[in-house]
């Protein structure tokens, strides 16, 4: 069984910065790609940003390309998601997410993932 726990969200003011982290538990964390996703209320889930098993292939979202950086640390079954230059429209609860994907390949949807953490909370005041 594959558990996610997110940490490291909060308040910060607009323009500021803010590291989330994703703790994989489970066997074989480099099996696997793992994405951030984030909902606002009354919003749908959008997708953040995605890296794949290796750490050698990501994506990002258009709106958040040159301000975030998903980055993994294998040996530590840890993903981070620096966030520079927030936003207060990007107040919203970010999940990360993991599915078994062994090739260079990534999935952007949130139907692309089996496996969830219950969120972090962050707040970009303005």
């Known amino acids: 069984q594959v558990q996610l726990v997110e940490s490291g969200g909060g308040l910060v003011q607009t323009g500021g910065s803010l590291r989330v982290s994703c703790a994989v538990s489970?066997?074989?964390?480099?099996?696997?790609?793992v994405g951030w996703f984030r909902q606002a209320p009354g919003k749908e889930r959008e997708f953040v940003a995605v890296?794949?098993?290796?750490?050698?292939?990501?994506a990002y979202a258009d709106s958040v390309k040159g301000r975030f950086t998903i980055s993994r640390d294998n040996p530590k079954n840890t993903v981070y998601l620096q966030m520079n230059s927030l936003k207060p429209e990007e107040t919203a609860v970010y999940f990360c997410?993991?599915?078994?994907?062994?090739?260079?390949?990534?999935?952007?949807?949130?139907?692309?993932?089996?496996?969830w953490g219950q969120g972090t909370q962050v707040t970009v005041s303005s």
């Open positions: 890296i794949n098993w290796s750490g050698g292939s990501t």
């Open positions: 997410a993991a599915n078994w994907e062994r090739s260079d390949v990534v999935a952007v949807t949130p139907g692309g993932y089996a496996y």
């Open positions: 489970g066997r074989m964390f480099n099996n696997y790609a």
